[in-house]
């Protein structure tokens, strides 16, 4: 009973093994397999490059995987970071760097203008199966202040309204109940059962 996450986010892998975990599924990320190389994300939506990530290392390695492709689309920037939101400050991908990034193009926006949504999209690949894929989205504000020691990439800016705090001011146990993944892996629950079995 185990799947690899085709992931070398560590905050990521954090969520999926909490999340697993309950289930009793042993999770592997690509943190365990140096080896593994990076899948290029050339893809344009993040259906694409979950199915990138996905499908490339299942087909390599002839192995069950999931892949996470995930990005924040903030309507006062047209969608954007989007599928570029791991390296919207340049290719080194540093959360720090990407979240100045965003409070910089947002500096002339007002709190209302804010709004924003985290998105999830997972893909799940094994060879000679057609791949399953699911998303999810919430909905939130950016902050011009960050706030919360929680979580990573660009959690300490997303604002939940109805929370009243950030996803970085929440524990994981609360993020991981109502968080765009969460939401993702949800759909991914109801639909695993019919996938395996055909
Ligand atoms: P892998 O491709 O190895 O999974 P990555 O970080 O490159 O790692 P993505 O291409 O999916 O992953 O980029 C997702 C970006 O969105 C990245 O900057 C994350 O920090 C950010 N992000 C995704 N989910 C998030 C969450 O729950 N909280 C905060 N930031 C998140
Ligand atoms: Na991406």
Redesign the pocket.
């Known amino acids: 009973n185990e799947i690899l996450i085709?992931?070398?986010?560590a905050?990521?892998a954090k969520?999926f093994e909490a999340m697993f975990a309950k289930k009793g599924v042993t999770v592997k990320t690509?943190l365990d397999y140096p080896e593994i190389p990076d899948v290029e994300?050339t893809g344009t939506t993040f259906e694409e490059?979950a199915l990138l990530?996905a499908e490339t290392i299942a087909r390599t390695f002839q192995l069950m995987v999931l892949?996470?492709?995930?990005?924040?689309k903030v309507d006062a920037l047209d969608g954007n970071p989007g599928v570029y939101?791991?390296r919207?400050a340049g290719k080194m991908?540093s959360?720090a760097a990407?979240n100045a990034k965003l409070l910089h193009e947002l500096t002339d926006i007002p709190p209302e203008k804010r709004t924003a949504q985290?998105h999830?999209t997972l893909a799940l690949a094994y060879p000679g199966k057609k791949s399953l894929t699911v998303s999810g989205e919430i909905p939130g504000r950016i902050l011009s202040i960050p706030k919360g020691e929680n979580?990573?990439?660009?959690?300490p800016l997303?604002y939940i309204e109805t929370k009243g705090k950030t996803?970085a001011e929440m524990t994981k146990e609360e993020k991981n109940t109502m968080?765009?993944?969460a939401k993702a892996l949800e759909k991914l629950e109801t639909a695993w059962d019919e996938w395996i079995n055909h």
Not at 151 to 155: K, L, N, S, V
């Open positions: 085709a992931t070398r986010n905050g990521k969520e690509l994300e490059n990530k892949a996470d492709d995930s990005g924040l939101s791991a919207y991908k959360d990407n985290f999830c979580g990573f990439g660009y959690d997303f996803l968080s765009h993944r």
